[in-house]
């Protein structure tokens, strides 16, 4: 990717740490929608950051952007800040269409990238930003807001420290009444998310992929189940459904020796680990199976508070400072894309496995 080494993601990013006035990186905003608010937030309030534009094609988005950021620029055309030579980094945070041709432009300006999930919307227009970034040593983060959450990076200390010992399953549930999306369905509006955790916690490469699902209102479908297959018999699931009379943002990790829930809607102990699990033991024959169940503690660890995307957006100025690949860069991006995209075609064809 570039000439940096790979960054892992750091405790807190870089809290403390002494700020050369070099560091500072100057960055402009594409997109101030519903997600932009949140990251020219988050942006505003780093010292790392010199927030010089917002643009959005809709004077209205422009015209709430001015009452909260009075000293920054505002501009309806793109061009003004892909080429302004008072910017060092661009984040795109538009519809998922026009993710490949505002972060190419970018990119050909000299600009390091922040672009929102889905990366792009096939893996060719990744592989393309990924070899322009490299030949330009620029950097390129995709916004997988999650990784950076106090739960997520729980659930990888844990999964990482074999607590769970050997994994066997992930299966996430991610479903609402809404927001329908009108350019895509809701494997790429939503599953990303989820793919972009099981790809961060499961370290094994999937081997195949099997997605059904329905359209029942809009021509893209609006609920779907991807079923993702690992070697060593790991198995992950994600229901996604913008037709879901109640909110359920849940994901279950089992191992053999113990099994994580992780309800992103508890606001205290949204992680709880069951030390519970099965052993079959055989004696002569299927017959003589001897199953024997263990339940014993269950605790919830403490996780920690901080908005995910300001330890992303500080980790991403501190890639640029130091010269680092984000870990959540232009190739963990793709291995998202390949995933939506195979789902897609899955779905479309009512389940057909779709080799990796
Ligand atoms: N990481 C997350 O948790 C998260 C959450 C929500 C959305 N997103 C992502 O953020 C992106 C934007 O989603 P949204 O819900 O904010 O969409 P949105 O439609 O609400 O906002 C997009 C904004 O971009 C502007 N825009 C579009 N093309 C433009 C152009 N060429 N030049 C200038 N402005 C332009 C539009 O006018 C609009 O205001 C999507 O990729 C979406 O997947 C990420």
Not at 37 to 58: G, Q, T, Y
């Amino acid at each position: 990717m570039s000439s940096g080494s790979a960054s892992s993601m750091p405790a807190e990013v870089n809290q403390g740490a002494s700020r050369r006035a070099s560091d500072v990186v100057r960055v402009g905003v594409i997109g101030y929608g519903y997600w932009g608010p949140n990251i020219v937030r988050n942006l505003h309030s780093l010292d790392s950051c010199e927030l010089v534009a917002v643009c959005d094609k809709n004077p209205a988005a422009l015209k709430r952007a001015s009452r909260a950021y009075p000293g920054v620029k505002l501009t309806t055309d793109f061009a003004e800040v892909l080429t302004s030579p008072d910017i060092d980094a661009v984040a795109v945070v538009t519809p998922v269409w026009t993710h490949y041709d505002l972060a190419k432009q970018a990119l050909e300006n000299g600009k390091h990238v922040f672009v929102e999930k889905p990366f792009t919307s096939s893996s060719a227009q990744a592989e393309e930003l990924i070899e322009l970034a490299a030949r330009k040593n620029l950097k390129i983060m995709v916004d997988h807001t999650f990784l950076f959450s106090g739960a997520v990076r729980k659930i990888k200390e844990i999964v990482d420290a074999g607590t769970l010992g050997p994994l066997y399953y992930f299966d996430s549930t991610r479903v609402n009444l809404g927001l329908f999306q009108h350019d895509v369905s809701v494997v790429w509006d939503l599953a990303p998310h989820d793919l972009s955790i099981m790809d961060y916690i499961i370290k094994e490469r999937p081997e195949a992929v099997v997605a059904t699902g329905a359209k029942h209102l809009n021509g893209v479908a609006d609920m779907a189940f991807i079923t993702v297959y690992f070697p060593g018999n790991i198995i992950a699931h994600v229901n996604v459904n913008w037709l879901s009379p109640v909110k359920i943002r849940s994901t279950m990790i089992g191992g053999r020796d113990k099994m994580l829930v992780w309800n992103d809607l508890e606001a205290d102990e949204k992680i709880k680990i069951y030390d519970k699990g099965v052993q079959l033991t055989s004696a002569e024959g299927v017959y003589d199976l001897l199953v024997s169940y263990r339940s014993g503690d269950v605790w919830a660890p403490r996780c920690q508070q901080t908005e995910a995307l300001k330890v992303e957006l500080e980790y991403f100025l501190d890639c640029i400072a130091r010269d680092q690949s984000p870990m959540n860069d232009g190739v963990a991006g793709l291995r998202v894309v390949r995933l939506l995209e195979s789902a897609e075609t899955s779905l479309q064809a009512r389940g057909k496995v779709i080799e990796l």
